[in-house]
C-alpha cells in the first residue's frame, strides 16, 4: 500500500506539498480485505485520512478496535463524507459494482479516486466512468496489487540492466485456494462469490 500512495501523491502531482500538507483520503467503504493496508499503516505521513464511509456498524467497530481510527471520521453515507471531510482522493474498498456511484459522486467534486481490481463490472459502467474522470479531469486509478510487489519492481530493474538477456515471453502462473480457503473476512466473501456485485464471482478477481 505505501508504494500505492507514493504513486499517488506523484500522479496527483503534489510531490512539493505533502511534507507540508499531507494528502486528505476518503474511504469509500470497508468490505474489501485490502483495506488492512491502508488502515494499518500507521507510520505514513504523506496522507491522513480524513473520512470514512461505511454502513456496516458492526465492521466499523470490529476495524476501530483493530486500528484505533477515531468514530467522528466514520460516516454511513459517502455524499455526507465527502460534504463534510472534503478529501482530495478517495479509495474505494468496497463490492466492485459500487465503482460506478464513487465516481459519480466524487468527480463533480474534483475528487480523484482509486478503486480495487477490476475497475468495473462491466464495459457500460467502464465507459461512464471513464467519461466523467475525462469530464471532470480527475485521476481514476485501479489498483493492481502485485504491481506494488518489490519483486517485481527488482525483476523489471533486472531486465532494463540486460541482466537476464533478451526477454521474447513471459509466462505467468498465479493464485490461490480461493477467498474462502485464505481467510477472507464475511463481509469481503459475502460480495466476492455474489456475480451481480462482483461482475462475475470470485473468478474475477
Known amino acids: 500500500m505505501r508504494s500505492l500512495i507514493t504513486y499517488l501523491i506523484l500522479l496527483l502531482g503534489v510531490t512539493n506539498l505533502v511534507a507540508q500538507n499531507p494528502i486528505k483520503i476518503g474511504v469509500a467503504g470497508m468490505t474489501h480485505g ?9 507510520n505514513n505521513k ?33 455524499e455526507e463524507m ?9 479509495l ?10 464513487i465516481v459519480e459522486l466524487c468527480a463533480p467534486r474534483g475528487i480523484h479516486v482509486m478503486v480495487e481490481k477490476p475497475l468495473a463490472v ?38 532494463q540492466k ?3 538477456g533478451e526477454v521474447k515471453k513471459v509466462m505467468v502462473n498465479d493464485g490461490h485456494k480461493g477467498p474462502k480457503k485464505i481467510g477472507v473476512e464475511k463481509e469481503f466473501l459475502s460480495w466476492l462469490t455474489d456475480p451481480k456485485l462482483n461482475g462475475g464471482g470470485a473468478i474475477v478477481d
Open 162 to 164: 540486460g541482466a537476464v
Open 92 to 101: 474505494g474498498f468496497g463490492n466492485i459494482y459500487d465503482h460506478l456511484k
Open 34 to 42: 485490502h483495506v488492512h493496508g491502508l488502515l494499518g499503516d500507521k
Open 122 to 159: 462491466n464495459m457500460d459502467h467502464a465507459k461512464k466512468m471513464k467519461a466523467l474522470a475525462d469530464k471532470y479531469k480527475i485521476e481514476l486509478l485501479t489498483n493492481y496489487e502485485t504491481t506494488w510487489y518489490g519483486s517485481h519492481e527488482k525483476l523489471y530493474e533486472e531486465v
Open 46 to 78: 504523506d496522507i491522513v485520512i480524513v473520512g470514512i464511509a461505511e454502513s456496516n456498524t458492526e465492521l466499523v467497530d470490529r476495524y476501530q478496535k483493530m486500528y484505533g481510527f477515531d468514530q467522528s471520521i466514520v460516516y454511513s453515507d459517502l
Open 82 to 90: 465527502l460534504d463534510k471531510t472534503k478529501p482530495d482522493a478517495v
